[in-house]
């Protein structure tokens, strides 16, 4: 597959200590990646968000689902990382796009590709 070819990747923010404060970034990262909340569709990613438990008695990753290129995923990256400050692990990963689904129809629909 071609690198820069649209694809699903996980942005995930690792030390949330629960799910109440990996919730609470969603806000601001949705901010970086749609800053005007009330334009005309489509963003310029889509995007989504989950949250999952990375060890019961650890913490609570915030994982941010985007379908795009991977050189953009790694910027959104960085300005995630910038957001969040230096205390929370950012990584990037490819991610399944079964599991995320709905950004893959967002981007054929958006796309005109049915």
């Known amino acids: 597959m071609d690198e820069d070819e649209p694809r699903v990747y996980e942005i995930r923010i690792h030390g949330c200590p629960t799910s109440q404060e990996a919730l609470a970034l969603q806000d601001p990262i949705e901010r970086l990646l749609c800053p005007d909340p009330d334009h005309a569709p489509p963003c310029e990613i889509p995007w989504s968000f989950t949250v999952t438990g990375e060890d019961p008695d650890t913490s609570t990753a915030l994982v941010l689902g985007v379908y795009t290129s ?45």
């Open 70 to 114: 991977s050189g953009r995923a790694k910027q959104v990256a960085d300005r995630v990382r910038t957001r969040v400050g230096e205390t929370r692990t950012v990584a990037v990963s490819e991610g399944d796009a079964g599991e995320w689904e709905e950004l893959v129809e967002q981007y054929r629909f958006e796309k005109g590709l049915g």
